[in-house]
């Protein structure tokens, strides 16, 4: 039986281990990317995991006294603050990255290179919402909530909650279709099981699923990535 404190690290290792394998492919794996001050980008990125990790650690303390992944009025309370910001810069946040006002995820499945190059020669000439962007950095920690918030507390959740909280996460997928970009895919797609994982260690979720069922659906989607990874980095310029 694990205890709370392992159970408590989990999500910080996995989520560790999936950042810097990420940054292990991005320095040696086989794409050349190219850029600049490589060593100063590589430093960036190591010590903004330290501070994740420092972060994670001050909170133990508030943590344990709940001796348990307690969900309370502030946690859902929290919870709604998220969705309201991520609803609100949806719209806005489609123009910013992807030029209109609704992604066209049938464009980004079906000719993923092309609508990365389309989309990227659009932003070298400037992106007008640039400000949508810096809008989404000030509100970045509910922006970002969302997504793993809605898996843990998913038994908790009443259906209006449930319903706007796959909205978010939909249009956030969708973003990243319509542009051809990997990255927004791979996030959800690989930290869903650690999410799940958790959510059934919290208590919060009646969801049971054997273990067969559970790795044969996370082959499925991983493998649905690959083929969209695959078939952007094939068509793409460059």
């Known amino acids: 039986m694990l205890s709370f404190k392992v159970k408590w690290l989990f999500p910080l290792l996995a989520f560790q281990g999936y950042l810097t394998l990420s940054q292990i492919l991005f320095f040696f794996g086989p794409w050349d990317w190219g850029g ?67 992604p066209d995820i049938v ?72 542009t051809g970009t990997n990255k927004g895919v791979a996030d959800l797609v690989i930290t869903a099981p650690v999410l799940m994982i958790l959510a059934v260690w919290s208590g919060n979720s009646d969801f049971k699923v054997s273990k067969k069922v559970f790795f044969s659906i996370f082959s499925f989607l991983f493998f649905a990535f690959l083929l969209f990874f695959g078939a952007g980095q094939k068509q793409r310029e460059g």
């Open 36 to 102: 600049d001050n490589r060593f100063k980008l590589f430093l960036y990125l190591t010590v903004s995991q330290v501070f994740i990790a420092v972060g994670y650690f001050i909170g133990w303390r508030r943590v344990n006294r709940c001796e348990s992944f307690c969900v309370d009025f502030r946690s859902i309370r929290y919870f709604d603050r998220c969705l309201f910001f991520s609803i609100v810069l949806a719209v806005p946040t489609s123009l910013s990255r992807t030029g209109s006002l609704f």
């Open 107 to 178: 464009t980004g499945l079906t000719n993923t290179g092309f609508a990365y190059n389309e989309n990227f020669e659009r932003l070298e000439y400037g992106n007008p919402y640039l400000v949508v962007e810096y809008l989404r950095i000030l509100f970045s920690v509910f922006l970002v909530s969302v997504y793993p918030m809605m898996i843990v507390y998913w038994g908790r959740l009443n259906l209006y909650r449930r319903l706007l909280s796959l909205f978010v996460v939909l249009t956030t997928v969708f973003t990243y279709v319509a």
